[in-house]
Protein backbone atom coordinates (compact mmCIF):
# COMPACT_ATOMS: atom_id res chain seq x y z
CA UNK A 1 0.00 0.00 0.00
CA UNK A 2 1.57 3.51 -1.28
CA UNK A 3 0.48 6.56 1.57
CA UNK A 4 0.94 9.92 1.48
CA UNK A 5 0.97 11.82 4.26
CA UNK A 6 1.32 15.67 5.05
CA UNK A 7 0.94 17.70 7.66
CA UNK A 8 -1.74 20.20 7.21
CA UNK A 9 -2.50 22.67 10.22
CA UNK A 10 -2.27 23.01 14.22
CA UNK A 11 -5.17 23.99 15.64
CA UNK A 12 -5.95 25.18 19.80
CA UNK A 13 -9.61 25.34 19.00
CA UNK A 14 -11.87 23.07 16.18
CA UNK A 15 -13.54 26.22 14.71
CA UNK A 16 -9.60 26.69 13.04
CA UNK A 17 -10.14 23.61 11.28
CA UNK A 18 -10.88 24.52 7.23
CA UNK A 19 -14.40 22.97 6.85
CA UNK A 20 -13.35 19.97 4.60
CA UNK A 21 -15.40 17.25 3.35
CA UNK A 22 -12.82 14.58 4.24
CA UNK A 23 -13.35 12.15 7.04
CA UNK A 24 -11.53 12.41 10.45
CA UNK A 25 -10.12 10.16 13.01
CA UNK A 26 -9.17 11.71 16.55
CA UNK A 27 -6.46 9.90 18.72
CA UNK A 28 -7.36 9.84 21.95
CA UNK A 29 -5.50 9.38 25.01
CA UNK A 30 -3.34 9.86 28.34
CA UNK A 31 -0.05 11.84 27.64
CA UNK A 32 2.77 9.44 26.14
CA UNK A 33 0.51 6.84 25.66
CA UNK A 34 1.90 6.41 22.32
CA UNK A 35 -0.89 8.62 19.67
CA UNK A 36 1.86 10.45 17.98
CA UNK A 37 4.12 7.50 17.09
CA UNK A 38 1.26 5.54 16.31
CA UNK A 39 0.34 8.30 13.64
CA UNK A 40 3.89 7.80 12.62
CA UNK A 41 3.52 4.01 12.23
CA UNK A 42 0.25 4.35 10.33
CA UNK A 43 1.59 6.82 7.65
CA UNK A 44 5.41 5.09 7.71
CA UNK A 45 6.84 8.10 8.21
CA UNK A 46 8.08 10.38 10.66
CA UNK A 47 5.23 13.10 10.67
CA UNK A 48 4.61 13.82 14.11
CA UNK A 49 6.61 15.08 16.94
CA UNK A 50 7.00 12.04 19.93
CA UNK A 51 8.91 12.61 23.00
CA UNK A 52 9.98 10.12 25.77
CA UNK A 53 8.82 13.06 28.26
CA UNK A 54 5.30 13.50 28.43
CA UNK A 55 3.02 16.25 27.19
CA UNK A 56 4.59 16.66 23.92
CA UNK A 57 1.59 17.25 21.81
CA UNK A 58 -0.10 20.38 23.29
CA UNK A 59 -2.43 21.46 20.10
CA UNK A 60 -4.21 19.31 17.74
CA UNK A 61 -2.25 18.61 14.74
CA UNK A 62 -3.61 17.82 11.91
CA UNK A 63 -2.38 15.25 9.22
CA UNK A 64 -3.82 14.39 5.49
CA UNK A 65 -3.16 10.75 4.87
CA UNK A 66 -4.06 9.44 1.24
CA UNK A 67 -3.63 5.76 0.43
CA UNK A 68 -3.77 4.42 -3.06
CA UNK A 69 -6.84 2.87 -3.25
CA UNK A 70 -8.87 4.85 -0.50
CA UNK A 71 -10.57 8.20 0.48
CA UNK A 72 -8.16 10.36 2.01
CA UNK A 73 -8.47 10.91 5.48
CA UNK A 74 -7.25 13.33 8.29
CA UNK A 75 -5.81 11.85 11.37
CA UNK A 76 -5.66 14.26 14.72
CA UNK A 77 -3.15 13.82 16.72
CA UNK A 78 -4.84 15.48 19.97
CA UNK A 79 -2.89 16.60 23.32
CA UNK A 80 -2.79 14.01 25.76
CA UNK A 81 -4.63 13.81 29.07
CA UNK A 82 -3.38 13.64 32.43
CA UNK A 83 -0.69 16.15 32.34
CA UNK A 84 -0.69 19.68 33.73
CA UNK A 85 1.93 21.29 34.17
CA UNK A 86 0.45 23.93 36.54
CA UNK A 87 -2.26 25.10 34.98
CA UNK A 88 -5.47 23.31 32.79
CA UNK A 89 -5.28 20.10 30.62
CA UNK A 90 -5.09 21.35 27.53
CA UNK A 91 -6.55 18.43 26.21
CA UNK A 92 -10.31 18.88 27.85
CA UNK A 93 -10.08 22.10 25.63
CA UNK A 94 -9.23 21.11 22.45
CA UNK A 95 -10.66 17.54 22.73
CA UNK A 96 -13.96 18.85 23.89
CA UNK A 97 -14.47 20.96 20.79
CA UNK A 98 -12.91 18.23 18.48
CA UNK A 99 -15.47 15.95 19.13
CA UNK A 100 -18.10 18.51 18.23
CA UNK A 101 -17.03 17.68 14.71
CA UNK A 102 -17.76 14.06 15.20
CA UNK A 103 -14.53 11.94 14.11
CA UNK A 104 -14.44 8.88 14.55
CA UNK A 105 -11.75 8.24 17.62
CA UNK A 106 -9.56 6.01 18.31
CA UNK A 107 -8.67 5.80 21.93
CA UNK A 108 -5.39 4.50 23.00
CA UNK A 109 -4.44 2.65 26.30
CA UNK A 110 -1.20 1.49 27.26
CA UNK A 111 -1.35 -2.14 27.23
CA UNK A 112 1.03 -2.55 30.18
CA UNK A 113 -1.58 -0.51 32.55
CA UNK A 114 -5.15 -2.11 31.52
CA UNK A 115 -8.69 -0.03 33.09
CA UNK A 116 -6.65 2.99 34.43
CA UNK A 117 -9.37 5.16 36.16
CA UNK A 118 -9.00 8.14 33.62
CA UNK A 119 -8.76 5.56 30.63
CA UNK A 120 -11.78 4.32 31.86
CA UNK A 121 -13.64 7.70 32.16
CA UNK A 122 -12.63 8.73 28.97
CA UNK A 123 -14.00 5.69 27.19
CA UNK A 124 -17.21 6.96 28.73
CA UNK A 125 -16.65 10.32 27.71
CA UNK A 126 -15.63 9.16 24.33
CA UNK A 127 -18.56 6.68 24.36
CA UNK A 128 -20.83 9.65 25.33
CA UNK A 129 -19.93 11.53 21.82
CA UNK A 130 -18.41 9.37 19.28
CA UNK A 131 -20.32 6.52 17.64
CA UNK A 132 -17.82 5.31 15.98
CA UNK A 133 -14.89 4.47 18.23
CA UNK A 134 -12.39 1.49 19.10
CA UNK A 135 -9.66 1.13 21.91
CA UNK A 136 -6.23 0.42 20.44
CA UNK A 137 -3.54 -1.04 23.37
CA UNK A 138 -0.66 0.64 22.63
CA UNK A 139 3.17 -1.02 23.00
CA UNK A 140 2.26 -4.47 23.17
CA UNK A 141 5.40 -5.16 22.17
CA UNK A 142 6.65 -4.29 25.47
CA UNK A 143 4.93 -7.18 27.17
CA UNK A 144 6.01 -11.12 27.47
CA UNK A 145 4.16 -13.32 25.45
CA UNK A 146 2.68 -14.87 28.87
CA UNK A 147 1.71 -11.08 29.85
CA UNK A 148 0.00 -10.56 26.68
CA UNK A 149 -2.51 -13.10 26.87
CA UNK A 150 -3.44 -11.29 30.54
CA UNK A 151 -3.40 -8.32 29.35
CA UNK A 152 -5.54 -8.89 26.80
CA UNK A 153 -8.12 -10.15 28.99
CA UNK A 154 -7.86 -7.19 31.52
CA UNK A 155 -7.99 -4.55 28.48
CA UNK A 156 -11.26 -6.86 27.32
CA UNK A 157 -13.03 -6.79 30.61
CA UNK A 158 -12.39 -3.44 31.74
CA UNK A 159 -13.88 -2.01 28.54
CA UNK A 160 -16.36 -3.97 27.74
CA UNK A 161 -15.28 -3.82 24.27
CA UNK A 162 -12.65 -5.50 22.17
CA UNK A 163 -9.14 -4.02 22.38
CA UNK A 164 -6.63 -4.29 19.51
CA UNK A 165 -3.21 -4.46 20.42
CA UNK A 166 -0.65 -2.52 18.38
CA UNK A 167 2.59 -1.50 18.04
CA UNK A 168 4.11 1.43 16.65
CA UNK A 169 8.00 -0.47 16.99
CA UNK A 170 7.62 -3.48 15.33
CA UNK A 171 4.32 -2.73 13.23
CA UNK A 172 2.20 -5.19 14.87
CA UNK A 173 -1.36 -4.34 14.13
CA UNK A 174 -1.28 -1.65 12.40
CA UNK A 175 -3.30 -3.24 8.95
CA UNK A 176 -5.76 -4.34 11.29
CA UNK A 177 -6.02 -1.15 12.55
CA UNK A 178 -6.34 0.37 8.97
CA UNK A 179 -8.89 -2.27 8.71
CA UNK A 180 -10.77 -1.13 11.61
CA UNK A 181 -10.61 2.71 11.07
CA UNK A 182 -12.43 1.98 7.17
CA UNK A 183 -14.82 -0.11 8.69
CA UNK A 184 -16.00 2.46 11.00
CA UNK A 185 -15.35 5.42 7.99
CA UNK A 186 -17.65 3.76 5.98
CA UNK A 187 -20.25 3.33 8.56
CA UNK A 188 -23.33 5.55 8.37
CA UNK A 189 -24.59 7.76 10.98
P1 LIG B 1 1.80 13.32 24.16
O1 LIG B 1 2.03 14.05 22.87
O2 LIG B 1 2.65 13.82 25.28
O3 LIG B 1 0.37 13.24 24.54
O4 LIG B 1 2.33 11.79 23.97
P2 LIG B 1 1.98 10.73 22.82
O5 LIG B 1 0.80 9.93 23.25
O6 LIG B 1 1.90 11.39 21.50
O7 LIG B 1 3.25 9.76 22.89
P3 LIG B 1 4.49 9.66 21.89
O8 LIG B 1 4.05 9.12 20.58
O9 LIG B 1 5.25 10.93 21.93
O10 LIG B 1 5.33 8.47 22.58
C1 LIG B 1 5.75 8.54 23.93
C2 LIG B 1 6.92 7.58 24.15
O11 LIG B 1 6.49 6.22 23.97
C3 LIG B 1 8.07 7.78 23.16
O12 LIG B 1 9.29 7.59 23.86
C4 LIG B 1 7.86 6.68 22.14
O13 LIG B 1 9.05 6.26 21.51
C5 LIG B 1 7.27 5.55 23.01
N1 LIG B 1 6.39 4.65 22.22
C6 LIG B 1 5.31 5.02 21.52
N2 LIG B 1 4.71 3.94 20.95
C7 LIG B 1 5.46 2.86 21.29
C8 LIG B 1 5.36 1.46 21.01
O14 LIG B 1 4.46 0.96 20.32
N3 LIG B 1 6.31 0.66 21.57
C9 LIG B 1 7.31 1.15 22.36
N4 LIG B 1 8.19 0.26 22.87
N5 LIG B 1 7.43 2.46 22.64
C10 LIG B 1 6.52 3.31 22.11
MG1 LIG C 1 1.93 13.37 21.00
Redesign the pocket.
Known sequence: MKIQADFVTSVATAADIPRQAIPEVALV??????????IN?LVRQRL??????????RLANIYRVARSGSAPLHLI?L??YG?ARGGSDGFERVAELMLERNPAVVL?VDARHPGLPTDRRTWTWVRERAERRVIVA?????LARGERTRAQKALDSAFDSPVLP????TGEGLEELWTLIDNLLTTNQ
Open positions: GRSNVGKSSLAARTSAAPGKTDPGFLSKIDKVSAV
